[in-house]
């Protein structure tokens, strides 16, 4: 997938760059090449599906939004421009004749060196 990029002064480019109204200092965060991956929920724990290069700043929350994909764990049937802009979304299964959805959607930040 192609990210929007963003010149950083002094530092290549960045995926989104934030300045300081107090010392005009340019912040970025940059999704790391090759890191994006898909979630599976098969365990149910947190698992990492992408990771960021950080300078100036983390991220703290995550807003999920709309564009998403998902398959449902049974029958294999794709739901495409999923919504998740309530951290939840629900959908008709006519493979499997039933419900199917995403529920309580949580996210996590860990900082991890190199």
């Known amino acids: ?3 929007y990029q963003r010149r ?3 530092r290549g480019t960045a995926n989104l760059v934030v300045k300081c109204k ?3 200092r340019e912040n970025s965060i940059s999704v790391v090449g090759g890191s994006v991956k898909a979630y599976t929920c ?4 947190f698992q990492s599906v992408v990771r960021f290069e950080c300078r100036g700043m983390e991220p703290t929350d ?3 939004r709309t564009g998403w994909t998902a398959t449902a764990a049974d029958s294999g049937a794709l739901f495409t421009d999923v919504d998740l ?3 939840e979304w629900c ?6 004749d039933r419900e ?3 529920y309580e959607v949580k996210s996590s930040f860990k900082s991890v060196k190199g």
Not at 42 to 45: L, V
Not at 91 to 96: I, L, R, T
């Open 85 to 87: 802009q309530e951290k």
């Open 1 to 3: 997938k192609q990210w």
């Open 22 to 24: 107090m010392c005009n």
């Open 42 to 45: 098969e365990t149910g724990q």
């Open 91 to 96: 959908d008709y299964d006519e493979k499997e």
């Open 100 to 102: 199917v959805g995403i």
């Open 8 to 10: 950083v002064r002094g």
């Open 62 to 64: 995550f807003s999920p």
